[in-house]
């Protein structure tokens, strides 16, 4: 049972225009989140987290907004880089489960020049 | 800066052998973790640890065991490896602060089983 969903493998992005992520969870307890992302043959950084009180959280060039009614939230990257190529991973947590973080599949995005 | 690391990068193992994966942390962080990662199913946790000589089976634990005699050390142990724990290992930290936590990962190794 998947609990978090990517449904995009792969996403395609001009430099300069923006790039949207989207994740999905279906366990209405998860009320903290988080965007990681991984390069080849390195480990996940941690890039952004949101918390279910909020509805955005920006930092930068990367804005993450929840939807809560909707159990959906989104990475939003502008303006995409190429340097911004990796996997991206969507992760959820229940406050006070210590540590129990629940990952979707990750999505691959390519920033073409 | 939290630094993680992973004992190897890659490893090459034959089916049946006893297999040590080591994790180091130096950030005094109570919490540990170890996920594995294959293509198409993200990150899925094997085992955790709350502090030393605590653990706790994560989603996917059959075939692995873990050890953990010092706080910045976490051993996963394949006590016999079949080729179905071919994969990318992922070690991870983190602290809890305030109920929420950020967990920080290590490399990966990544293992072969032949």
């Known amino acids: 049972d998947q609990q978090v969903k990517q449904n995009s493998p792969s996403l395609s992005v001009q430099e300069g225009r923006i790039s949207i992520l989207n994740c999905d969870y279906t366990?209405?307890?998860?009320?903290?989140f988080l965007w990681y992302k991984k390069y080849p043959a390195e480990g996940p950084t941690f890039l952004i987290s949101i918390s279910s009180i909020k509805d955005k959280n920006e930092d930068g060039r990367f804005t993450v907004f929840l939807n809560k009614s909707a159990k959906h939230l989104s990475l939003h990257i502008v303006p995409s880089q190429p340097g911004d190529s990796a996997v991206y991973f969507c992760a959820a947590c229940r406050t006070g489960t210590a540590s129990k973080l629940t990952f979707g599949t990750g999505t691959r995005l390519q920033v073409t020049l | 800066d939290v630094k993680v690391t992973q004992s190897s990068r890659y490893l090459v193992k034959r089916t049946g052998e006893k297999v040590f994966l080591e994790c180091v942390q130096d950030?005094?962080?109570?919490?540990m973790f170890w996920y594995r990662q294959d293509p198409g199913l993200g990150l899925r946790l094997i085992y955790f640890?709350?502090?030393?000589?605590?653990?706790e089976k994560g989603d996917i634990p059959e075939g692995y065991s873990v050890s953990r005699e010092k706080k910045e050390r976490f051993s996963l142990i394949l006590e016999s490896a079949s080729t179905n724990q071919t994969s990318m290992y992922l070690c991870?930290?983190?602290?809890?602060?305030?109920?929420?936590?950020?967990?920080?990962f290590g490399p990966g190794t990544r293992l072969l089983v032949l």
């Open positions: 991870a930290s983190s602290t809890t602060t305030g109920g929420r936590e950020t967990q920080y």
């Open positions: 950030m005094d962080h109570e919490n």
């Open positions: 366990n209405s307890m998860f009320d903290y």
């Open positions: 640890s709350y502090d030393v000589k605590m653990k």
